[in-house]
């Protein structure tokens, strides 16, 4: 199975690209289902906000009950977890129980495809974060949980290897070519494929993030995917694709091309 969305699908700048001019907030995950066709979003906002269980509530009454959804950890998971002071690793209990606690509708509906953690650029692979990891993977007891990762020296089969050990998931990226970043590599280390496409802009490090992810893949570049996606759905349970080229819609555009791609 291979379910094809974007990170994502309630944004201003849609409205008049890829929604109605006129639509209403409220309406857009509908309109993201029906009219644009996709069965899978990421929810990304939950980085930012950890929301209550009544939001995912609301979503799944909005979506068909084969509709998934993938959820984004919240940066006190991934991006917070270290004291100022003495960089060491703090305990970070409470917020992993609020996030489990949100997320409990989905998982209990069937209704959550992956936790996906997104680490920044400074986590590096070191022995500590690999002991994160691996307390992370616990704490989510039987959740899927897929791991992002945005600092080159995670490239490498040891990473891979843990991975599989551990049953974490890996995320393939395909993102600028600038050195010190993840390059693109299609490989998976449990049932679940989960691929995420950032663009390709080269102005990443110094660009806000609106700029940052402002880049519409070609049809060229998008066929080029097509094989490693179908090789790596032939070898798991399920594959996600997921763009995440969001600005002004870009990424709905090249998830439907996608879709046409794999028919």
């Not at 998971?77 to 992993?96: Q, S």
């Not at 897929?146 to 995320?171: P, Q, T």
């Not at 179908?230 to 969001?246: G, L, P, S």
Request: proline letters at 4%; a positive charge; charged letters at 25%.
């Amino acid at each position: 199975m291979i379910k094809v969305g974007t990170s994502g699908f309630s944004f201003p700048d849609w409205a008049g690209n890829i929604y109605p001019q006129n639509i209403k907030k409220a309406d857009m995950l509908e309109y993201y289902e029906k009219q644009l066709g996709f069965s899978i979003t990421e929810i990304n906002s939950t980085y930012y906000t950890i929301p209550s269980q009544k939001s995912f509530e609301g979503m799944m009454r909005k979506t068909s009950k084969s509709f998934e959804f993938t959820v984004k950890a919240h940066k006190s998971l991934t991006h917070e977890i270290r004291d100022k002071e003495t960089e060491k690793i703090v305990d970070n209990n409470e917020a992993f129980e609020r996030f489990l606690y949100a997320v409990e509708p989905l998982r209990r509906e069937g209704r959550l495809t992956a936790i996906l953690a997104q680490f920044p650029y400074c986590f590096h692979a070191t022995k500590d974060n690999y002991e994160y990891l691996q307390t992370f993977k616990d704490r989510l007891a039987d959740m899927p949980l897929v791991v992002e990762f945005r600092n080159y020296w995670w490239h490498n089969e040891r990473s891979l290897k843990f991975l599989r050990e551990n049953h974490i998931g890996y995320c393939i990226v395909d993102e600028p070519k600038l050195k010190g970043l993840m390059p693109y590599n299609p490989a998976i280390t449990t049932d679940i494929g989960y691929f995420r496409f950032h663009g390709r802009n080269t102005n990443w490090f110094d660009a806000p993030t609106s700029v940052r992810y402002d880049y519409l893949y070609t049809q060229d570049e998008l066929k080029s995917f097509v094989p490693d996606i179908r090789n790596i759905a032939n070898a798991t349970r399920k594959t996600i694709v997921m763009f995440n080229n969001c600005h002004t819609g870009k990424a709905a555009r090249n998830a439907r091309e996608m879709i046409e791609m794999l028919k």
